[in-house]
């Protein structure tokens, strides 16, 4: 009996996956990093800042105006209270378009710190 052998093709690497250009700049304790960091965070904050900012304002003006206007909490329309028809019906779909303006910032954000990468890289 003869001893059984395996065959096996060579290993074949693929190409190595190439990370986010310059990403590895992020993390270096230089001041290009620190500053490419810096300008990330405060693009996000600015655009947290001019969601947050519509968005507190929509949810406050109500009960603002019902505390101004005492007979806009007693109204009512077909007999439903008009605090539920704003409530439930009038905020919602501001705060749902604010979030979807939102996302769209921050991924413009996300791309033009991406696009800063790449040129760093060429």
Known sequence: ????????APV????AVR?????GDLYQQDN???TLLR?????????????????AALLLLYPLLTVLVPSLG????GGVPLTFIVLGGGIYPPLVLLGFWYRRRAERVEDRFA???EQRDD
Not at 1 to 8: G, I, P, S
Not at 74 to 77: E, I, M, W
């Open 32 to 34: 290009y990093g620190r």
């Open 19 to 23: 990370q986010s250009p310059a990403a």
């Open 74 to 77: 007693q109204a009512s329309v």
């Open 12 to 15: 074949r690497h693929s190409p």
């Open 1 to 8: 009996m003869t001893e059984r052998q395996v065959v096996r």
């Open 39 to 55: 300008s990330l965070i405060r693009a996000q904050l600015g655009a947290t800042i001019a969601v947050l900012v519509p968005a």
């Open 115 to 117: 696009e800063l990468l």
